[in-house]
């Protein structure tokens, strides 16, 4: 059974920092690209950052640059986000997911809530 669990979201104020785990179970980790996801209210789902599955490529969207890493473990079969710096239009739910190099299965995480507030 294919599973991504997002973990590591809360309530935080702006200029802080959270760091999100995504543990994945089910399928071979180490061969997917990995992405973190986020959707605000009212708005579309956005690509956030990409890691490939060596872990030696990654890119960002122009709004993470700089304020965020993505990572991951393949012996652990987790990718984490860590994010720094945050920004009240940080505030969103933000998925993991999962693509095969060859790009036929996706799978996603549930989601788990960033809210940056004072």
């Known amino acids: 059974q294919v599973q991504l669990v997002e973990s590591g979201g809360g309530l935080v104020q702006p200029g802080g920092s959270l760091r999100l785990p995504c543990a994945a179970s089910?399928?071979?980790?180490?061969?997917?690209?990995m992405k973190w996801f986020r959707q605000a209210p009212g708005k579309e789902r956005e690509l956030v950052a990409t890691?490939?599955?060596?872990?030696?490529?990654?890119a960002y969207a122009y709004s993470a640059k700089g304020r965020f890493t993505i990572s991951r473990d393949n012996a652990k079969n987790t990718v984490y986000l860590q994010m720094n710096s945050l920004k009240a239009e940080d505030t969103a739910v933000y998925y993991c997911?999962?693509?095969?190099?060859?790009?036929?299965?996706?799978?996603w995480g549930q989601g788990t809530q960033v809210t940056v507030s004072s």
């Open positions: 997911h999962a693509r095969s190099s060859g790009g036929n299965w996706v799978y």
């Open positions: 089910g399928f071979t980790f180490s061969n997917y690209i």
């Open positions: 890691i490939m599955p060596s872990g030696g490529s990654t």
